[in-house]
């Protein structure tokens, strides 16, 4: 995927239409690009309008319309045009917008996905172990990205989501290569915890040594 796709992509992100693999790159890319994490940012409240509306549309109703290729290019025009206009209100106005001209399909997604991702980023001084976390919540959990240094290996690890409740799950394991402070490895996992029921993450040791804690706000 070329980088002016992964911007493109932003939209559909938001809506939460990408393919499991294409997700995942754009997780990676969403970690080293600022301006589209602003834009994930500004969308959130459309995606949670969209969300918001789907679960109050009873299962009965038939869509409207079919997705098709051009939903997140409609919803990136119209929320750029919108801005360009300086209207205060212009993201409760692309929520209506994308309600009414795509109806049914873009409300299934929302349903299906949820709001946009929510970003952790958290260092230890102790350990010199740093990550950042991005989670999405799904019908069935949270769908969780990590990227993490770790100066300190070789070691197997493991992230365990901890809930509001005091439960533990382990999201993925890995091994800390040795190597530079700056060596930098990518993962992914889920936890059935819903993301609201998640109090924070921990990478921990198998043998329960705790290296870094990343706590939602």
Same mark, same amino acid.
């Given at each position: /995927?070329?980088?002016?796709? #992964?911007?493109?992509?932003?939209?559909?992100?938001?809506?939460?239409?990408?393919?499991?693999?294409?997700?995942?790159?754009?997780?990676?890319?969403? /970690?080293?690009?600022?301006?589209?994490?602003?834009?994930?940012?500004?969308? =959130?409240?459309?995606?949670?309008?969209?969300?918001?509306?789907? =679960?109050?549309t009873p299962p009965?109703?038939?869509?409207?319309?079919? @997705?098709? *290729?051009?939903?997140?290019?409609?919803?990136?025009? !119209?929320?750029?045009?919108?801005? =360009?206009?300086?209207?205060?209100?212009?993201?409760?106005?692309?929520?209506?917008?994308?309600?009414?001209?795509?109806?049914? *399909?873009?409300?299934?997604?929302?349903?299906?996905?949820?709001?946009?991702?929510?970003?952790?980023?958290?260092?230890?001084?102790?350990?010199?172990?740093s990550a950042t976390?991005? /989670?999405?919540?799904?019908?069935?959990?949270?769908?969780?990205?990590?990227?993490?240094?770790?100066?300190?290996?070789?070691?197997?690890? !493991?992230?365990?989501?901890?809930?509001?409740?005091?439960? !533990?799950?382990?999201?993925?394991?890995?091994?800390? @290569?040795?190597?530079?402070?700056?060596?930098?490895?990518?993962?992914?996992?889920?936890?059935?915890? @819903?993301?609201?029921?998640?109090?924070?993450? !921990?990478?921990?040791? /198998?043998?329960? #040594?705790?290296?870094?804690?990343?706590?939602? *706000?």
């Open positions: /995927m070329r980088p002016l796709e #992964r911007h493109r992509d932003a939209g559909a992100y938001a809506l939460g239409v990408l393919d499991a693999a294409d997700t995942f790159r754009f997780d990676d890319h969403l /970690m080293d690009c600022p301006d589209c994490r602003a834009l994930l940012a500004e969308l =959130r409240p459309t995606a949670a309008q969209l969300a918001a509306y789907g =679960r109050l009965h109703v038939e869509p409207l319309a079919v @997705p098709g *290729p051009g939903l997140a290019d409609r919803l990136l025009a !119209e929320t750029a045009r919108l801005r =360009r206009a300086g209207h205060r209100r212009w993201l409760c106005a692309v929520a209506a917008s994308v309600v009414l001209a795509l109806a049914a *399909p873009a409300i299934a997604a929302m349903r299906a996905d949820g709001p946009g991702p929510e970003q952790l980023t958290a260092r230890d001084g102790r350990t010199g172990v976390l991005t /989670m999405r919540g799904r019908d069935w959990g949270t769908d969780i990205g990590l990227r993490v240094r770790d100066p300190q290996g070789p070691h197997v690890c !493991e992230l365990v989501a901890v809930g509001t409740d005091g439960s !533990e799950q382990t999201v993925t394991t890995w091994k800390a @290569p040795v190597g530079e402070p700056s060596a930098e490895l990518s993962t992914r996992g889920g936890a059935a915890l @819903p993301r609201e029921d998640i109090a924070r993450y !921990e990478v921990r040791t /198998m043998d329960g #040594r705790r290296l870094l804690t990343l706590r939602r *706000p």
